[in-house]
């Protein structure tokens, strides 16, 4: 799948991201957590491929990101920005076709051959009930919330890789890519809990989810595996059982003792009370 | 901000989904065709020259037997290029200003306010002014070619000076872009003021077409010259709707979508500046077309570019005929230079624009 090795990216003299490497498996969550300024969004753009390594490389199934184009790679993955601003006032329905548009015209072949897809108009529909939205189509988009536009893109990305798997020229299963770059940042607690439990079925059908979060309570319930950066380095990589620990936080974000542990299976939680 | 998200002026055919306004802008683009030939009929029957409407549309589509001569030549030499060009300049000025306020995301960019017609003029006026001098060669070889492609390179160098300036890391700022434009149509007069300072009598007087602008020089011979410029904005209309709708949500996001953005930029570029500097080359400078189309457009069918554009070629087209019918009756037996006209609706529209954007940012 997506594999960056020895990552790193530069800006004059200062290494935001310093030989970093991480591949991402289909079928499971990643989640990058780590201070601000640890070099996340960064990490996490150059392995959706807007960020050309100042060394290393990134290969999707073998294959050098910057040898594919834009169509190749819109085909298999899609990526959920931290915010969107239009230019112009699209509808909610506008802003989700472009997902779905981009989804059809650029997958090489669906699963399950034969069987049609759903059309265009059902499938924005569909994506926008996924979220919360049901027959929000028609409201401009400019006058939506913070968190209902997060809500809106993320309908549009789920239109552009509906499908967890398509299928290769050859007829082998091609798993997709979901990027989610704080996805949450601007939602209320049960709606990071739903579009959290939305990329995890979709990572469960076969896909793989790559996300940027700063809240370690939700990395800890759904990543399969946490990645821990600090300071454009790795610190701790593993399930979050192994990676959230009082040693990893407390060197990492300068906070003792507030990593509890949930009774079998021992997820760890994080109560920022229990240091005071 | 009026605008409705489901246009409830569309007729009820079949359900339709809330936000989906695609047919809404089908009715809008057969309404603006229907606009155009509207406006193609008025302005041939109204001239200085006083021709019979029936015997007029009998020429048309008969063989022209029930014509005087002259009224014939009126009618064939005079009237009907002139209303060919005004509709292909009209289209071009909307259609460039459409895409270019899609390309710097912004939908005060237009290429009149922001020096690309300046560049086009002072190259079309160094055409002239060298044209019989230092480039006496090189004009007798490209012939009726020599204007409107001097006119493209000096659109396309303010196009690409003024994405270099104002655009960092695919973000435009809007103030950098009309201080940038600012900027380049200063640089651009002066250039264009030591041509008129360099000509003669002749010169001068082909140059004082370029300032005010006016469809009065229409012949065939010219039309065909500027139409190879012109076909090429047309015709990359389908080639950067879609592209141009990603590229709403941002450059990255465009990218991400499957959208190969720096050919699209490119695409834009160079056909903005063909098409543009075939129009200065032809007609002068005209302004604000470009703005005020689009805008007025986009309220009503919402700001969609597969849509948009092509609406965009047809209302623009329109107007500018209206306008070129208007210039020719209001104070005839004179008639006042087209650029003024559009500016004196234009510069308002451009006005409540800026004021909307209040708050917004800069």
């Given amino acids: 799948m997506i594999d960056g090795r020895d990552l790193v990216f530069a800006v004059r003299d200062r290494r935001l991201v310093d030989r970093v490497s991480l591949a991402v498996a289909a079928g499971t969550v990643t989640i990058v957590v780590g201070p601000n300024g640890a070099g996340k969004s960064t990490l996490l753009r150059l392995l959706a491929g807007d960020l050309a390594p100042t060394s290393g490389r990134v290969t999707l199934d073998g294959t050098d990101l910057a040898r594919l184009s834009p169509s190749q790679l819109a085909g298999r993955r899609a990526v959920l920005p931290q915010q969107v601003a239009l230019a112009f006032p699209f509808t909610v329905d506008e802003v989700v076709r472009l997902g779905a548009d981009a989804g059809r015209r650029h997958v090489l072949r669906r699963s399950g051959a034969g069987e049609p897809g759903p059309s265009e108009a059902d499938l924005v529909e569909t994506v926008l009930a996924e979220v919360g939205l049901p027959g929000w189509g028609g409201r401009l988009y400019p006058q939506l919330s913070g968190g209902e536009q997060q809500r809106v893109q993320f309908a549009r990305v789920l239109a552009q890789v509906h499908d967890p798997v398509v299928e290769g020229p050859d007829g082998s299963p091609l798993p997709r890519l979901l990027f989610l770059d704080e996805p949450t940042a601007s939602l209320d607690i049960r709606h990071q809990i739903d579009l959290l439990a939305r990329a995890r079925r979709w990572a469960r059908g076969g896909g793989a989810v790559l996300a940027v979060i700063h809240d370690l309570n939700l990395a800890a319930e759904f990543a399969d595996r946490i990645v821990v950066l600090s300071g454009g380095t790795i610190a701790a990589e593993g399930p979050p059982a192994a990676t959230l620990t009082d040693a990893v936080v407390a060197r990492v974000f300068g906070l003792s003792g507030i990593v509890g542990r949930l009774p079998p299976p021992h997820l760890p939680y994080i109560l920022p009370q229990a240091r005071l | ?362």
Avoid at chain 2, 108 to 135: F, K, M, R, S, W
């Fill in chain 2, 1 to 362: 901000m009026s605008l409705s998200g489901s246009a409830p002026h569309a007729p009820r055919l079949a359900p339709r989904r809330a936000g989906d306004r695609r047919r809404t802008a089908r009715v809008v683009i057969a309404g603006s065709a229907l606009l155009l030939v509207a406006a193609a009929l008025a302005a041939v029957l109204t001239g200085p020259s006083n021709i019979a409407a029936a015997s007029l549309f009998a020429a048309l589509v008969g063989d022209g037997s029930g014509l005087s001569a002259r009224d014939a030549i009126v009618l064939h030499d005079v009237r009907l290029p002139r209303l060919v060009l005004g509709a292909l300049v009209g289209a071009v000025l909307a259609v460039s200003g459409a895409m270019m306020q899609g390309l710097f995301r912004n939908p005060l960019a237009d290429p009149g306010l922001v020096g690309v017609t300046a560049g086009a003029t002072v190259a079309a006026v160094a055409a002239i002014v060298l044209g019989e001098g230092a480039l006496a060669g090189l004009a007798a070889l490209a012939g009726l070619y020599f204007l409107p492609a001097g006119a493209f390179v000096g659109a396309l160098g303010a196009m690409i000076l003024l994405y270099a300036i104002a655009t960092r890391g695919g973000r435009t700022s809007i103030a950098t872009l009309l201080l940038a434009g600012l900027a380049v149509t200063a640089a651009a007069n002066a250039v264009t003021g030591l041509m008129i300072f360099a000509a003669d009598d002749q010169q001068l007087r082909d140059v004082t077409f370029w300032t005010l602008g006016s469809l009065g020089g229409a012949t065939w011979g010219r039309i065909s010259a500027v139409l190879p410029f012109i076909a090429l904005l047309l015709a990359a209309i389908p080639l950067v709707a879609r592209g141009l709708d990603a590229l709403v949500l941002g450059e990255a996001e465009a990218v991400h979508l499957g959208t190969d953005v720096e050919r699209l930029k490119r695409i834009v570029i160079v056909g903005v500046a063909a098409a543009c500097g075939a129009a200065v080359a032809v007609a002068g400078s005209i302004g604000f077309v470009g703005i005020v189309v689009p805008h007025l457009l986009r309220l009503v069918m919402g700001p969609s570019n597969r849509q948009l554009l092509p609406a965009t070629a047809l209302c623009g087209a329109a107007l500018l005929v209206v306008a070129d019918a208007l210039c020719r009756i209001l104070v005839a037996p004179a008639e006042l230079p087209i650029g003024i006209l559009t500016a004196l609706i234009g510069a308002p529209v451009f006005v409540v624009l800026l004021l909307r954007r209040h708050g917004g940012g800069l």
